[in-house]
């Protein structure tokens, strides 16, 4: 691989947005007004995210407290790789599905929308 200076890279990126497109991203999302619930199965996941409520239990007192709050989505820490049962893909898949129907069957209770 041949190598390349690190200014000549640099020179190479697309100008940065000449607006933060945060703000605007997060009127989409309010207006939205769907909850949204993020299944991570790795710890480190959520060290990229701030403000937002992570979930390692999964009681349904939790659940509907997240499915409740004003908060656009909130995270569900699975660890599931760290599960030896669940190394098998399908039932990983399986487990996903369960959270997912658990999260849809509780936020029709409460007449929430979400994305999962």
């Not at 020179?11 to 993020?38: C, N």
């Not at 999964?58 to 709050?69: G, I, K, P, T």
């Not at 699975?78 to 849809?104: D, E, I, V």
């Amino acid at each position: 691989m041949p190598r390349l200076l690190k200014s000549e890279l640099f020179a190479s990126l697309p100008p940065e947005w000449p607006t933060d497109p945060f703000p605007h991203i997060q009127e989409l999302v309010k207006a939205d007004g769907r909850k949204i619930v993020v299944l991570d199965d790795d710890p480190t996941g959520t060290q990229t995210v701030h403000g937002v409520p992570v979930l390692t239990e999964w009681s349904v007192e939790s659940l509907v407290a997240e499915l409740r709050n004003d908060l656009p989505c909130f995270y569900i820490l699975t660890n599931s790789r760290a599960c030896r049962c669940l190394l098998r893909k399908p039932s990983t898949q399986a487990l996903g599905k369960t959270w997912c129907r658990l999260c849809a069957w509780r936020s029709g209770m409460l007449h929430i929308e979400m994305w999962c």
